[in-house]
């Protein structure tokens, strides 16, 4: 660095004038700040647009998509008896012929205790500190896992505990009054094989509690819940609750009528249905000749278990085995490689590497920081320079490790990750791939590159391999390019070993399945029988009334407030993104520096750069050119729908407005769209939305799409935002990841390259500055040696 004179002898100001020449100097630098601010303003507002576009997909999503368009209206017979709500799937007539039983749900009672609400539990003689319990869901089904209830008994009184329950998951509700307790299951329903609520921990607690058959740790808790039993369209059912739907029908029982008939219906299904889970489970169904065309249950299961043999299982094993090895490590390896996170080091150590490991040692108690600066410190010889920079990868406890591993326990790592890194490849290429390539293929693999942009440029490829080839995912490809011929050939002799296996390994776990299923249907429609039988005993007093119809008809209204509630919200984005392309770019706004920022306001400095962001986006192509694709869809036909009054949405009155300045927003024919939604509501909502539509569906020969308009629209709301994502990436990208994170890393290089030319040139300054100086005083000197000379 130069000596800097201050012109002491020329009685200038230096410091002065040069920062008034750095000044004029840094201007390209300024320059160059301002176009990384411009880069990153254009950066977020493109990222702003993406943002709108998500918020307006997942609007589609959850308002349109996932419910329905059309809208219905339900009308009851007798809603004193039957009430119904039609869904926008409702169809047809429904008709409830009778009701000989509501669903209710199972309670239990204990004794009277002597206790009151503040009794500790521990006064009761309760030592327990939790109960487990299990009940009835909304679906019928039993809870899979028990919910735990915590307490401490010499704390918790009984109104505790009780309040306790009642806040749980267990899905029971609680109550103590007059020395008892009251169990309810908070779910209608019967559970075919047990209790409606079961204590699975904990029983004695409920022993002391007044319920005197419970002792140990488990039993039933409460019972006698019922399931509604009802006839629908001249079928005997039930349901586990009394509001359920049917047909797009949302029904709900209010009182029993037609008892008798319904029981008498509801028995003959119950003893049919139990005669035919028998014979599910227990008999072959044969053909007129005597063969059999359908194992039973049990014989499938036989047959699956014969099919799954030891000799297969074996086969598999020992080529796993064979190919893919198995760990070798020994306890104290095993416990230092869990830990060891970074792997890839691990996989990555050489021979040469591993020896210098073998006497290598740290200071335990040393920070991670005082380790590096040991290891960046040690003689080459001792560790090479690649070595230490890949030690400055590993964290304090990997060092530690390290330094308490030998040669030998080093190389069994690298072989274990190794193995795993193998092992992990060939779990992610499919295996009907691997088993389907021929030797030829597996030695043309080897000179592709998955990494370039065309992996296939320059070589001379099959078409049978690359239609196998670009049926890959990426992750498949990755796996791909990291194997060699000859892994590539174990991988195709164990995949077809391993495909029969797996195929029979399935089969197996199927019939086991549909064995436990076969078992709990039989066992239900026993206990279903067995219900019936009792209500045919003991029929119940109830009215004998018509049968309760329900009908529905179309909610045009609802249904119209939802079009117009989507072309708004669509209107609302649409106008955003256009009114972007079309704002004022004012050019004598540029960003603000740092200098300039000093000077103003911060009022000031938010009008200034109010009009600087403006017109960021001015006549973008990019988003012109989104918007145009999905201004396109309104006029594209459904093929799917043959009536041409319904298969576009400007047929049924939805247009793009006229006025080019509005940038494609909708507008509504309302007159029109009523009379389509009056005339063919479900070709209406077909149009909008075809849950069986396809984007290469085939019509009369022809390759069509015949997906709704919705499915359309995001999907072009989709490409828009990758386009986007290209050109401005995402807050998880890099920037070398998109175009205009590229430009500022090159804007980053320059404004460096122009930080250090600026360092240079005040230096040039300086010195220039300081020769004068020390040539002006060197001349004040000599005048006045002659000065005084004379």
Do not use: C
Not at 24 to 44: C, G, H, I, S, V
Not at 60 to 67: P, R, W
Not at 174 to 200: L, Y
Not at 370 to 383: K, N, P, V
């Amino acid at each position: 660095m130069v000596n800097r004179v201050g012109g002491l002898a020329s009685g200038m100001d230096i410091d002065a004038l040069v920062e008034k020449l750095m000044n004029a100097e840094r201007a390209p630098l300024n320059k160059l700040y301002q176009n990384k601010q411009r880069y990153e303003w254009q950066r977020d507002a493109y990222r702003n647009i993406n943002t709108k576009l998500k918020t307006f997909d997942t609007y589609i999503a959850d308002n349109l998509m996932l419910k329905n368009l059309t809208s219905k209206t339900a009308t009851s017979s007798n809603s004193a008896y039957v009430s119904a709500v039609a869904t926008g799937t409702a169809s047809g007539t429904l008709s409830i012929d009778g009701v000989s039983q509501l669903a209710t749900a199972a309670r239990g009672v204990g004794q009277q205790i002597n206790a009151t609400g503040s009794t500790k539990l521990s006064e009761l003689g309760i030592g327990e500190t939790s109960i487990e319990l299990k009940a009835i869901q909304s679906d019928g089904n039993m809870a899979t896992t028990a919910t735990k209830i915590e307490f401490d008994p010499n704390t918790t009184t009984v109104d505790q505990l009780i309040s306790k329950i009642n806040s749980s998951n267990a899905g029971v509700s609680a109550i103590f009054e007059g020395g008892k307790v009251s169990i309810t299951a908070k779910n209608t329903g019967d559970n075919k094989v047990g209790a409606e609520v079961q204590v699975t921990s904990g029983a004695d607690v409920f022993n002391k509690l007044g319920f005197k058959s419970l002792t140990g740790q488990s039993g039933d808790l409460a019972s006698g819940g019922t399931n509604a039993v009802f006839e629908v369209n001249g079928i005997a059912t039930e349901r586990t609750t009394n509001t359920f739907t049917i047909n797009g029908y949302t029904l709900t029982l209010k009182e029993t009528f037609n008892a008798l008939t319904t029981i008498a219906n509801k028995l003959e299904a119950a003893q049919k249905e139990r005669d035919n889970a028998y014979a599910s489970l227990y008999e072959d169904v044969k053909d007129k000749d005597g063969n059999i065309i359908k194992f039973s249950l049990e014989n499938a299961v036989q047959n699956a278990n014969n099919a799954y043999s030891p000799d297969i299982i074996n086969a598999y094993q020992t080529k796993l085995t064979e190919v893919l090895g198995s760990s070798k490590l020994d306890e104290t390896e095993q416990a230092v490689y869990t830990k060891f996170k970074n792997k890839d080091f691990l996989s990555k150590l050489s021979d040469q590497d591993i020896a210098q490991l073998g006497p290598f040692t740290v200071n335990p108690d040393a920070t991670r920081e005082e380790m590096l600066a040991a290891i960046s410190s040690s003689l080459d010889d001792e560790l090479s320079p690649e070595l230490k920079e890949k030690l400055h990868t590993l964290s304090k406890e990997e060092l530690i490790a390290l330094s308490n591993l030998d040669s030998a326990q080093l190389t069994d790592l690298r072989t274990e990750v190794n193995r795993e890194i193998k092992q992990n490849n060939y779990n992610t290429i499919s295996k009907s791939f691997l088993n389907g390539l021929t030797s030829e293929e597996i030695t043309a693999i080897q000179a592709i590159d998955f990494t370039k942009e065309d992996p296939y440029e320059g070589l001379t490829i099959s078409d049978d391999l690359k239609t196998k080839l670009n049926g890959l995912s990426g992750a498949e490809r990755t796996a791909l390019d990291n194997l060699n011929e000859q892994d590539l050939k174990s991988f195709k002799e164990l995949a077809a070993v391993q495909i029969p296996h797996d195929e029979k390994k399935s089969a197996k776990e199927a019939a086991d399945a549909a064995l436990a299923a076969g078992q709990t249907r039989l066992a239900n429609a026993e206990a279903t029988l067995k219900a019936a039988q009792e209500a045919a005993a003991n029929p119940p007093t109830s009215t004998t009334i018509a049968s309760v119809t329900m009908t529905s008809s179309n909610n045009v209204d609802d249904m119209m407030t939802k079009i117009k509630e989507f072309v708004n919200t669509y209107n609302g984005l649409i106008k955003d993104l256009s009114d972007q392309t079309k704002q004022t770019k004012y050019r004598d706004y540029a960003p603000l520096t740092n200098e300039q920022k000093e000077d103003m306001s911060e009022n000031e400095i938010k009008l200034w750069e109010e009009k600087a962001k403006s017109g960021l986006l001015r006549n973008d192509a990019l988003i012109r050119s989104g918007l145009a694709d999905m201004r396109s869809l309104v006029y594209q036909s459904n093929p799917a729908i043959t009536d041409s009054k319904y298969n576009t949405l400007y047929s049924i009155g939805i247009t793009t407005s006229k006025n080019y300045n509005e940038g494609g927003t909708l507008q509504i024919d309302e007159n029109k769209l009523r009379a389509a939604l009056e005339a063919d509501p479900d070709a209406v909502e077909k149009l909008f939305k075809n849950s069986e539509g396809k984007k290469e569906d085939t019509i009369n020969g022809e390759k069509v799409d015949t997906r709704g308009y919705l499915e359309k629209l995001r999907e072009s709301m989709k490409s828009f935002e990758v386009s986007i994502e290209k050109k401005a990436g995402r807050s998880s990208m890099t920037d070398a990841e998109y175009a205009i994170g590229k430009n500022l890393m090159d804007t980053e290089n320059r404004i460096d390259t122009w930080k250090r030319k600026l360092e240079d040139i005040e230096t040039r300054y300086w010195k220039q500055f300081t020769a004068m100086e020390t040539a002006i005083n060197k001349a004040n000197q000599q005048s006045s040696m002659f000065m005084q000379g004379q």
